[in-house]
Every structure is written in structure tokens, then in C-alpha cells.
């Protein structure tokens, strides 16, 4: 049957076409791989099979776990799970199950965390990286995610993460490129931000993942500005939050 990269694939979890086609087989059988083929073997592959399909193919939530497992970073891995969860193809509790069938599991206990907070709103390795390493690492207090709202004109639109009680909304950019449409759509999202009296932070990759410290400083500053009687603590020896608010 169809897994890995060819799996999600069909179950349009992956975006973009494999170089190669992936196929997993009994770990008995012995099958010698055609060009342009990667096999692998399981123990489990009938259970893994998704029923009534064609061509056969892995379920979503062991389709899942098997890239998970053969990714080459924990970046990777965030990414095959917040996208499933994200695009509605499976859930927290299907996830989990499927994980309480395999004995053995690379990052278990960082993929407990990652589905619950997937399942929490996570949409991405970046709003991952954020809630973890700047708002939790910090003490910051919990913004809501993905808000909805209503703009002028009635244009309606999501904000990444809201601190309501403080008037502050902080905005992730995931994109490496960033067109011109897009541009105005985030000024346009930022407009109405101040327009209903709330002040947008905005934060792209190479922030999040280099500088979280610095950006809960700031986080924090415009909190604090807006209310928010704490400050930050130190995520690790050495952090300049704590001593870097007055």
C-alpha cells in the first residue's frame, strides 16, 4: 500500500508531489523495489491500512506518525501535525490512538504536546514555536488564538493571537516570500486591528526562531503598557527578559 510522502499526498496533507513513491509492505514479504520506488516493511501494516480506498494507502493519523518518524527534524515534525489537524483531515483524540498502537515512537512525549496544542489551535510550526518559546518559556499570559473577526466592509479574517484584556495583537508570518497582495492584506488586518482600539505586533520566522527572548521583552512592554500587573521571567540562565522591564 501507498504511505509516507505518497500517502499524504492522496490525503492532501502534502502539497507538492514526492520524488519517489513511497510503499509499505508486510515486514514478511520480500519485495524487491522497482526505480523511483522506497519500500518499507511493518508489522502493523494491515492495521494501518485504510479500508476502501484505491489505490490502497495508510490511514491519515498512520500516515501521520510515519513521517513523523522519518522526519530529520522536530521543525518537520510540527509541521506534519499542526497541517493535518489544521486542514480538519484527523483529530487530537484519532492521533493519539494511533500513537497507543506503536510500541515504539520517536518524540512521544514532544508529540503528546505538540497534538494537544494542535488540537488547541496550533495552525503552524511558527505559532508553535511561539506559544512554546516565547509566551510559555517567558510566563506570559495565554493569548487566544485564532480570533476571529470582521473588518470594514465586512471583510472577514483571522488574528494569529489575541491578548484581549491588553489591547494587543500579535501577528505571525510564516511566508519566506511575502507578495505585494499580501503586503496590504496584512495592513489592511492591522488597520483594523487599530480601528478597534487594538495594537498589532507583527513577527516573522527568523524572529520567533533566533530571538524569542527579545520578543518576549517587547510582548511584554506593550502588555504591561496596556495593564498586565507581572513581568516576564527568565527562560533559561542568562535570559535578559526579567531584568529587561522596569
Known sequence: MLSHETAAELHRLADQSADLIYVTVPRERRVVAAEGVSIYRSARALEAMQGRTYPPRTKIEETVLDLTQTAATFDEVCGWVTRAVARDLTDEMRL?????????????????????AAADG?????????????????????????????????????????????ALVVELDGRLAHPDENQWKDKARDNAAVVAGMQTLRYGWTQVRREPCEIAIEVAMVLRLHGWPSRPRACSPGCPAPQAIP
Not at 99 to 107: D, E, F, I
Open 122 to 166: 496550533d495552525h503552524s510550526v511558527l505559532e508553535y514555536r511561539y506559544d512554546r518559546d516565547v509566551e510559555r518559556a517567558h510566563g506570559l499570559p495565554a493569548a487566544r488564538r485564532q480570533v476571529p473577526f470582521t473588518g470594514p466592509g465586512g471583510r472577514r479574517g483571522r488574528r494569529d493571537r489575541v491578548y484581549g484584556d491588553y
Open 96 to 116: 493519539r490512538a494511533a500513537m497507543g498502537m506503536r510500541p515504539r515512537l520517536r518524540w512521544r512525549a514532544d508529540l503528546h504536546e505538540l497534538i494537544a
